[in-house]
């Protein structure tokens, strides 16, 4: 079947992380339409088992695929796509993008060796992660440290709270407190709620340390496999949410700046 101009990418999270993706894409392609989907009846998923991740990523995109008719999928969070972008591949017709934690970038940035590594729970006991590091960064040290509470933070912040100065405080203190931490130069931010809070972090962790997500990367591909293919709204770009909640309201501003206008629950 021929792309229409209106068929959506539909870029989807846990919650706001993958707005910072969305932001990348917006750049390099501000014409494609965009269905955002935040499966925040789900959220957080980084304190869940692999098995009820991989149900959950798979159940919901083959719905939301099969009623949105996406172009494209992009898995804008690190802690699904590690864990069950082979499986929603294999069930799914539609071209996936996953998100990849940065760590082959990063190698090629240190120049003390030592990379901080942060991403949910489940994301930084990932395989996925361990065969990157061998892969890429075999001859450096990969310093992990999960940050569930700077998810929370950014989720509060995008609706408006202040609170994520602590929370990175508590990340760069736990990574600079491991063998060899107070040489990290560069650090890996593997969870897409990470990139929203980049003041925060750049503060925490002071001069000298750099940052590198999967965000730009993510939006080449997009745009990569989209090349060529026509593009026009024919309804203003939405936003979904799995379950309906009173601090969605709060979070309107944020989404209208990401040019999510509408917000629907699924
Ligand atoms: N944004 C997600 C990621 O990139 C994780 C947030 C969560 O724990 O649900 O890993």
Redesign the pocket.
Do not use: I, K
């Given at each position: 079947m021929p792309i229409t101009p209106d068929q959506p990418i539909l870029m989807f999270?846990?919650?706001v992380?993958?707005l910072s993706v969305l932001r990348a894409l917006r750049r390099v392609l501000p014409q494609a339409p965009v269905i955002y989907v935040a499966d925040n009846a789900?959220?957080?998923?980084?304190?869940k088992t692999e098995a009820e991740i991989a149900a959950r990523v798979s159940g919901l995109l083959g719905r939301m695929t099969e009623r949105l008719r996406p172009r494209l999928v992009c898995i804008?969070?690190?802690?699904?796509s590690t864990i069950a972008l082979a499986a929603v591949r294999d069930v799914l017709e539609v071209p996936i993008v996953g998100?990849v934690p940065a760590i082959k970038p990063a190698a090629g940035m240190t120049r003390t060796g030592v990379i901080g590594l942060l991403?949910?729970e489940?994301?930084i006991r990932q395989g996925y992660v361990d065969r990157l590091q061998a892969e890429f960064a075999h001859d450096k040290t990969l310093l992990r440290h999960a940050a569930?509470d700077l998810?929370t933070a950014a989720e509060a912040m995008m609706r408006g709270g202040d609170d994520a100065g602590g929370a990175a405080q508590r990340a760069a203190a736990a990574l600079r407190a491991m063998p060899g931490g107070d040489t990290i130069d560069t650090v890996v931010l593997?969870?897409?709620?990470f990139p929203l809070m980049i003041d925060d972090l750049a503060a925490a962790f002071g001069p000298g340390v750099r940052f590198i997500d999967g965000a730009d990367g993510i939006a080449r591909r997009i745009a990569h496999l989209t090349d060529g293919q026509p593009f026009a709204r024919s309804v203003p770009d939405q936003a979904l949410f799995t379950r309906d909640d009173p601090g969605l309201i709060a979070l309107a501003p944020a989404l209208a700046r990401a040019g999510l206008d509408h917000t629907v629950i699924f």
């Open positions: 999270d846990s919650g992380g993958g789900g959220l957080p998923y980084g304190g804008a969070c690190n802690t699904a998100t991403g949910t489940a994301t569930p998810v593997a969870c897409t709620h």
